[in-house]
């Protein structure tokens, strides 16, 4: 009854003077608070922040907003609990949120499940059999601005073929790249080779129609990894894992986007022509696959 009590005083007068009426301490009276209620006080302190945020930029959602109160105020907080603090707060978002629609492309290869990875399915012994490819996001200028990196990369011989930096992670990008890498490839051997996979994960940028057709057109063969496995393409995790753990300092001081695709550009030809590899016999990707090409079928 007093913490009923107490809940109904908890709008008229203050924290200490509630427990006086009440005869309870404070322990008493926050321990038996509903969690909602508890969890909103752990975080009343960033209210009005918030909703400066969501005035000034009305698109905004949770992930954005997330963002904001970093950038702007220096406070990190989890995604979950500022989505549940705006549900609690009442502070309904103003943008129509929208479902993008899937691509026909998108909707075939998820019915065909684990069918479209072809990768998994064949022995690669040898460069030039399949190349994959990814994304990933590269922060730069002291923390204040991000762009996106995509790369083509044999599966075997670890070669970087092809590779595209923007400022925007659109199939242009990734179309960018494979473009590249399909020059690179006719460059060393003279031709495409008669089997060779493509491979990537089934991201809007990798199933879109642009991206499909310019890889078809070229008589490659298009693999997809199993949504939400992406151990089933290790060699791109990691050696993006390994470019951003080695070049993250050099990275933030870029100051503009020409110098960090310039920086990019030597870090990509260091790889390829100098950094020894354990899985190559200790040579550098492009030694190896040279050496390979003595000795390809013409």
Sequence with gaps: MEFARAQV?????SINRICQL?????????????????FTDKFKHLKTKVKKIIKDNGAYGVKRIQKALSDEFKIEIGRDALGRLLRLWSLGLNRKLRTSKKSVIKEILESLADRVNLLIRTKIIEPFQAMSSDITEIIYNHGKDKAYLAVHKDVFGQQVYGWALGM???????????????????????????????????GSQYTSYEYVETVLKTGLTLSYSTPGTPTENPGQESFFGRLKDECKEEFLEMETFEKLEKLIGQKISYYNDKRLHTSLGLQSPKKFTLNFIKNFPK
């Design 9 to 13: 005083l908890g709008g008229i007068f």
């Design 168 to 202: 925007t992670m659109e199939a242009k990008l990734v179309i960018a790249s494979f473009k590249q890498a399909i020059l690179t490839i006719k460059k060393l051997l003279g031709k495409l080779p008669k089997k060779l996979l493509s491979h990537s994960d089934q």
């Design 22 to 38: 009440c005869g309870i301490s404070k322990n008493t009276y926050y321990d038996h608070r509903h969690p909602d209620e508890r």
